[in-house]
């Protein structure tokens, strides 16, 4: 818990929910696993959520550290209407304390000031729609700690026409999953490692939370999902626990689920492991595809062996991109195999789109 109740500019207020009273007058949030408890004025390890007046809120609802138009292959997301574009953006904060966070300045931003575009849920459905885009992604920060924000941004986005994106860590309490989940078209679940030692000790999670959101989503909801496993060189990245995360996910989840392994960058707050070679990326891809996934890609690296989707009846390249590109796209208008039929798992609009690798700045609010 956060005992500083001081953030740099005026904040917005808005009434949270999956909270409760304790009987020693603390509240006790029920959102995410952390179970947060709070005296007055107190914020939770997210930062964002306070306990003020007897009530809890959120005070970045209505608030972002920026919007831009990205690839949806960036989320990443490979079978989710390949090659458009999606509005995205995050707000400030983050439920887990990852020492290897690659998005360090907002999730760990502690600093309202970087909150500079303001933007109603109505606001951004509409410049989506303006813009042109099919989709908006909660990202840049993990959407579960703003859920009211991006649960009422998704809803304006439906009324709208548009999907919605999550990208999160998955660690959320059942109750506010279910709620969460069924408002998402699609959902990139980072899976930080397979062993409950890594989440406690390099996350300050633990593991089981975010298996069961993955089993929710892929089993209860109509969320299109894909995994992504940042791999970091002696932490998470023996070949043991990257054959038991993938047996996991076929067994678990079926074989159709994308994932994605992802290259790790030494960060300040933790150097003590190198950057990822490619070659583990793909020793990480070789061992979950004999580990009977279908859909296995290396990611933050040019390989295009790695970014190829490939039929998973007759072998073909279907998809084959390079980096955020694509470079071939031979699906028909109903996303199946022009070789032999077979349907591809994911959401296929009628062809791809060409946005391409670029990443276009918006400003949105005042
Ligand atoms: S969302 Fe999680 S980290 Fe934030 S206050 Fe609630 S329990 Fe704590």
């Given at each position: 818990?956060?005992?500083?109740?001081?953030?740099?500019?005026?904040?917005?207020?808005?009434?949270?929910?999956?909270?409760?009273?304790?009987?020693?007058?603390?509240?006790?949030?029920?959102?995410?696993?952390?179970?947060?408890?709070?005296?007055?004025?107190?914020?939770?390890?997210?930062?964002?959520?306070?306990?003020?007046?007897?009530?809890?809120?959120?005070?970045?609802?209505?608030?972002?550290?920026?919007?831009?138009?990205?690839?949806?292959?960036?989320?990443?997301?490979?079978?989710?209407?390949?090659?458009?574009?999606?509005?995205?953006?995050?707000?400030?904060?983050?439920?887990?304390?990852?020492?290897?966070?690659?998005?360090?300045?907002?999730?760990?931003?502690?600093?309202?000031?970087?909150?500079?575009?303001?933007?109603?849920p109505a606001a951004i459905a509409a410049a989506a729609r303006?813009?042109?885009?099919?989709?908006v992604?909660?990202?840049?920060?993990?959407?579960?700690?703003?859920?009211?924000?991006?649960?009422?941004t998704?809803l304006a986005c439906r009324e709208a026409?548009i999907?919605?994106?999550?990208?999160?860590?998955?660690?959320?309490?059942?109750?506010?999953?279910?709620?969460?989940?069924?408002?998402?078209?699609?959902?990139?679940?980072?899976?930080?490692?397979?062993?409950?030692?890594?989440?406690?000790?390099?996350?300050?999670?633990?593991?089981?939370?975010?298996?069961?959101?993955?089993?929710?989503?892929?089993?209860?909801?109509?969320?299109?999902?894909?995994?992504?496993?940042?791999?970091?060189?002696?932490?998470?990245?023996?070949?043991?626990?990257?054959?038991?995360?993938?047996?996991?996910?076929?067994?678990?989840?079926?074989?159709?689920?994308?994932?994605?392994?992802?290259?790790?960058?030494?960060?300040?707050?933790?150097?003590?492991?190198?950057?990822?070679?490619?070659?583990?990326?793909?020793?990480?891809?070789?061992?979950?595809?004999?580990?009977?996934?279908?859909?296995?890609?290396?990611?933050?690296?040019?390989?295009?062996?790695?970014?190829?989707?490939?039929?998973?009846?007759?072998?073909?390249?279907?998809?084959?991109?390079?980096?955020?590109?694509?470079?071939?796209?031979?699906?028909?208008?109903?996303?199946?195999?022009?070789?032999?039929?077979?349907?591809?798992?994911?959401?296929?609009?009628?062809?791809?789109?060409?946005?391409?690798?670029?990443?276009?700045?918006?400003?949105?609010?005042?």
């Amino acid at each position: 818990m956060n005992p500083d109740h001081t953030p740099a500019v005026a904040e917005s207020a808005h009434p949270g929910r999956w909270w409760h009273a304790l009987e020693d007058g603390r509240l006790q949030c029920d959102l995410c696993p952390r179970d947060c408890r709070l005296h007055e004025g107190q914020r939770g390890a997210c930062f964002v959520r306070q306990a003020r007046d007897g009530a809890m809120i959120l005070t970045t609802y209505g608030r972002s550290s920026g919007f831009c138009l990205d690839p949806v292959e960036k989320k990443p997301l490979n079978h989710f209407h390949p090659g458009t574009p999606i509005l995205s953006f995050g707000t400030a904060g983050c439920n887990l304390a990852c020492k290897f966070c690659q998005n360090w300045d907002i999730s760990k931003s502690r600093d309202m000031d970087r909150l500079m575009d303001a933007a109603s849920p109505a606001a951004i459905a509409a410049a989506a729609r303006r813009l042109e885009v099919p989709a908006v992604a909660f990202t840049y920060n993990d959407p579960v700690i703003f859920a009211e924000y991006a649960m009422d941004t998704a809803l304006a986005c439906r009324e709208a026409g548009i999907r919605s994106v999550a990208v999160t860590a998955g660690y959320i309490h059942a109750e506010p999953r279910k709620e969460f989940f069924a408002l998402m078209d699609a959902a990139n679940v980072d899976l930080k490692a397979f062993t409950e030692d890594f989440y406690a000790k390099l996350c300050g999670g633990h593991l089981q939370p975010v298996l069961d959101t993955l089993a929710h989503i892929h089993h209860l909801t109509d969320c299109w999902l894909e995994i992504t496993t940042l791999l970091i060189p002696g932490h998470n990245d023996s070949d043991r626990e990257i054959a038991q995360l993938a047996g996991w996910i076929e067994r678990e989840l079926g074989p159709e689920v994308p994932l994605h392994f992802s290259a790790y960058h030494p960060d300040w707050k933790f150097l003590e492991a190198p950057e990822t070679p490619p070659a583990t990326l793909s020793r990480a891809r070789r061992i979950a595809r004999d580990a009977g996934l279908h859909f296995v890609y290396t990611g933050n690296v040019h390989d295009t062996e790695g970014g190829t989707t490939d039929c998973p009846r007759c072998h073909a390249p279907l998809i084959v991109r390079d980096w955020y590109t694509l470079k071939q796209y031979r699906l028909t208008a109903s996303g199946a195999c022009p070789d032999c039929g077979h349907q591809l798992a994911g959401r296929f609009g009628p062809g791809p789109g060409d946005f391409g690798a670029r990443r276009q700045p918006v400003r949105l609010g005042t």
